[in-house]
């Protein structure tokens, strides 16, 4: 499967999981902006690249990218001052922020 095919599963099933937990801010793909189809992108060819990328080292990786384009904490995900709740350490992600590099991980290893 196609890289951005694999990044569109991925940010639909996030879109859902974050439905699931009361989180309504993600856009459908259609619909999402293009640094964030950009970056669902990115995360796929970095696990495609590293098969043995672990849960945590896929956040470590999105942590680096958002830190070369300017992005940093911020209580609330705000993409005009490129801030983001998640914009921590792994292990200091709750359990429902961690499980979508779990399931981020799942996806792209079981479509590639």
Not at 34 to 43: H, M, N, R, V, Y
Not at 58 to 63: A, Q, R, V
Not at 64 to 89: L, M, N, Q, R, T
Not at 93 to 109: M, P, R, T, W
């Amino acid at each position: 499967m196609e890289t951005e095919k694999i990044a569109k599963v991925c940010h639909e099933v996030n879109r859902a999981y974050c439905m699931a937990i009361g989180d309504n801010s993600q856009p459908s793909w259609e619909n999402a902006p293009d640094w964030q189809k950009q970056s669902a992108i990115k995360g796929v060819q970095h696990h495609i690249d590293n098969p043995d990328c672990t849960p945590e080292g896929s956040h470590n990786e999105w942590l680096s990218v958002k830190a070369k384009d300017g992005w940093k904490y911020g209580p609330v995900k705000d993409p005009e001052k490129k801030e983001h709740p998640c914009f921590v350490p792994y292990e200091q992600l709750g359990h429902e922020q961690a499980a979508k590099d779990y399931i981020f991980s799942a996806i792209v290893h079981n479509l590639k």
